[in-house]
């Protein structure tokens, strides 16, 4: 576990995204403060991720996973370092713009679904664009597509309580989808699931990738990480090993 003091980050070279690009970050830094103690949770990463890509990110507890997916998911703003996702610089922007970038470029899937639990699942669905003010016609439109498309189409108007937790997390990942995310990204989506659950979850996944969609997925689990076709491991606060995953390497020969 990472607790030292007067470490000074060192600033990289800024390569700076390319056409295709999603996610590129350059010697991101993240550093909590307890008291007069600094907590480096990230020590210098450097990610390039592309358009359509599948990854996993692995790595033991306290390794800065949560850290990492907070800062890509724009949750949360690097100490140092840049971030650019979708070309654009978002390492410096305001808790106002961030919050508008996520709504736009980030679709997130938990461990715990988070849906609402006194709505309907096309409630939960068109919540992100509730919130965007999309018009309710075609929010309603676009909610039923999109949980049509997961085969939930005849769970539209059950709650929660009354779906299984793999319906539940196809609930969470139509929401995710419904406003065309650049990205998708998971945490844990399988913590809460039997195994045949979530390997039909991870099929979902694969379905979705096979349809252009960019997936991150935070795993500690090997089985799930291999559902990826890119293994990224993460170790005290910087990447340790990035490499194609096993399945992929099959696929290809
Ligand atoms: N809000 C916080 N304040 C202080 N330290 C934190 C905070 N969040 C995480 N940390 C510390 O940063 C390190 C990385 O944590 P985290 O990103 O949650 O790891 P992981 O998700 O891989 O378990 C750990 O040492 C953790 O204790
Ligand atoms: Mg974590």
């Known amino acids: 576990m990472a607790i030292e003091t007067a470490v000074e980050p060192t600033v990289g070279n800024i390569t700076g995204p390319h056409p295709g690009d999603v996610i590129v970050t350059d010697n991101l830094w993240k550093t909590y403060e307890m008291g007069d103690q600094q907590v480096h949770a990230l020590r210098g990463v450097n990610l390039r991720i592309r358009h359509n890509e599948y990854v996993a990110i692995m790595g033991p507890s306290g390794s800065g996973k949560s850290t990492l997916m907070n800062l890509i998911g724009c949750l949360d703003s690097p100490s140092q370092g840049k971030y650019w996702l979708n070309g654009h610089d978002v390492s ?7 919050a508008r970038i996520r709504n736009k470029e980030i679709g997130f899937v938990f ?5 609402l639990a006194r709505a309907t699942s096309l409630h939960n669905v068109e919540l992100p664009l509730i919130y965007n003010g999309t018009p309710a016609a075609e929010r309603t439109a676009r909610a ?4 049509e498309s997961v ?13 299984s937790g793999g319906q539940r997390q196809r609930v969470a990942i139509a929401r995710a989808l419904v406003n065309h995310p650049s990205i998708i990204l998971a945490d844990e989506p399988t913590g809460n699931l039997d195994s045949k659950t979530g390997d039909e979850i991870m099929g ?6 096979a349809k252009g969609n960019t997936i991150i997925v935070v795993t500690h689990e090997p089985d799930i990480a291999e559902f990826a076709h890119r293994i990224i491991t993460i170790r005290d606060g910087v990447i340790a090993g990035d490499h194609a995953s096993p399945r992929r390497q099959n696929q290809s020969q």
């Open 92 to 98: 410096e922007l305001n808790d106002d713009e961030l």
């Open 111 to 115: 461990q715990t679904f988070n849906l």
């Open 204 to 209: 979902l996944f694969d379905e979705l990738h």
């Open 144 to 147: 039923k597509a999109v949980l």
């Open 151 to 163: 085969n939930l189409g005849a769970r539209m108007m059950h709650k929660p309580n009354e779906l």
